[in-house]
């Protein structure tokens, strides 16, 4: 079965640092489009960074400049590097992947999901 499995979520406080891994038990999966998601209870989700084939990134305007999205491919792993945190970065982060497209990846309908990692911020 297809597993996508975040680690890395941790309390952290305002200004610091993580990054957020997810392994992909398939490795072909890095081939398409990937992406971090976050969600807080009784809020809708919101994409945070998307990767395509190309390694090319997107990012939501909240996180532009202080997160990065990559991948290795020799580990089958997506990350997010998360820098000068802010308390509205607190959440639970999951990594997601459409099996069925390498690029456009803000089209991407996500059909794999990890089961997330918690973020907390404090000020």
Avoid: H
């Amino acid at each position: 079965q297809v597993q996508l499995v975040e680690s890395g979520g941790d309390s952290v406080q305002a200004g610091g640092s993580l990054r957020l891994s997810c392994v992909a038990s398939k490795a072909t999966y890095v081939a398409y489009c990937m992406g971090w998601f976050r969600q807080v209870p009784g809020k809708g989700r919101e994409a945070v960074a998307q990767i395509d084939n190309f390694a090319r990134p997107t990012y939501a305007d909240a996180v532009k400049g202080r997160f990065t999205i990559y991948k290795d491919v020799k580990k089958d792993t997506l990350y997010l590097q998360m820098n000068n945190l802010k308390p509205e970065d607190t959440a639970n982060y999951s990594c997601a992947v459409d099996s069925t497209r390498g690029i456009d990846c803000t089209a991407s309908e996500y059909n794999i999901w990890g089961q997330g990692t918690q973020v907390t911020v404090s000020s």
